[in-house]
């Protein structure tokens, strides 16, 4: 080790590390970070719960050297996905930030065909909801307090059995679902539902509207289980709107067949009438309603 102390001995050494960091590892470690890669990057702003499509992305060159490894890379990866997060104009897009189908929050909404229509409702008091304890895919009943002006509670026929798609509270936020900025909320109390969101016919629609401008609606809970169970009351209830509204076509056939004079007064309303009565009071609950 005598040749450590010799100076002349020490200055090679130097010399050496100084030659080996600036021509192999400064050019290595410059080599690296001047090294791109191709990512996607968002140029529009995208909404959370929003379908990502092409004019809200770009394929863009950047530098490689410290790139989260989950950042997407390819445009095919991030069109048709949807946002889990709002992201903005310039973000580098993640796999944990996209999914593959709508934000649960949404996905309800996702899911209507044209024959049924979703529709809100005011909890404007606690009572009202069923004290915050509805959750979707319940089977309620709408109780509608001096219904029409005539000083009556009434169950309407047309709202005797109708599905929960989604309680929300007042933050815009569903209650039942997991919402992933609701969950990051500091509020940690439970909120309280503003809000009902029911699955409806649109003759159903115009009913809940009327009540809804009127302020008199309440919620009873009326089945909360399986799918296949709750299905039965809604069958129930589809049958029952067929009879309260008749198709265009079942008209023209009925008047087309009917050969029987009206009676002298010309009104057989009071007929229809009491077959909707009849077919209302048959509308039973479904035999398995305990067994979910």
């Known amino acids: 080790m005598r040749f450590l102390k010799n100076r002349t001995v020490l200055g090679v050494i130097c010399i050496m590390l100084a030659l080996l960091i600036c021509f ?30 092409k004019d809200m992305v770009q394929s863009v060159e950047v530098g490689s050297y410290n790139l989260p490894e989950q950042v997407v890379r390819q445009m095919d990866s991030a069109i048709g996905k949807y946002a889990v997060t709002a992201l903005s104009p310039g973000d580098y897009i993640l796999t944990s930030k996209l999914a593959a189908a709508p934000a649960e929050e949404n996905n309800y909404l996702y899911d209507l065909d044209g024959d049924k229509q979703a529709i809100s409702v005011s909890i404007k008091n606690f009572a009202q909801g069923l004290s915050g304890k509805l959750a979707s ?25 109708i599905k929960v798609i989604g309680v929300t509270a007042s933050s815009g936020y569903d209650l039942n679902q997991n919402n992933i900025e609701s969950n990051q909320s500091a509020e940690k109390e439970k909120k309280l539902p503003a809000s009902v969101t029911l699955l409806a016919s649109p003759d159903q629609a115009k009913i809940l509207a009327e009540l809804e401008s009127e302020g008199n609606i309440h919620l009873s809970l009326v089945y909360r289980g399986s799918k296949e169970n709750a299905d039965k009351f809604l069958d129930i209830q589809s049958k029952l709107l067929e009879a309260l509204y008749p198709s265009l076509s079942q008209n023209r056939t ?8 009206e009676d002298s007064s010309g009104d057989t309303s009071s007929n229809d009438s009491s077959e909707t009565d009849t077919y209302a009071n048959s509308a039973v609950e479904p035999e398995s309603r305990g067994n979910e």
């Open 24 to 53: 192999g590892i400064t050019p290595l470690y410059n080599q690296s970070i001047s090294q791109k890669a191709t990512i996607v990057r968002v140029v529009k702003e995208i909404g959370s719960g929003e379908e990502i499509t």
């Open 137 to 161: 895919g319940d089977i309620v009943s709408v109780i509608a307090s001096d219904y029409k002006k005539q000083g009556a509670t009434v169950i309407p026929p047309e709202l005797t059995y």
């Open 254 to 261: 009925s008047q087309a067949d009917s050969t029987v004079p």
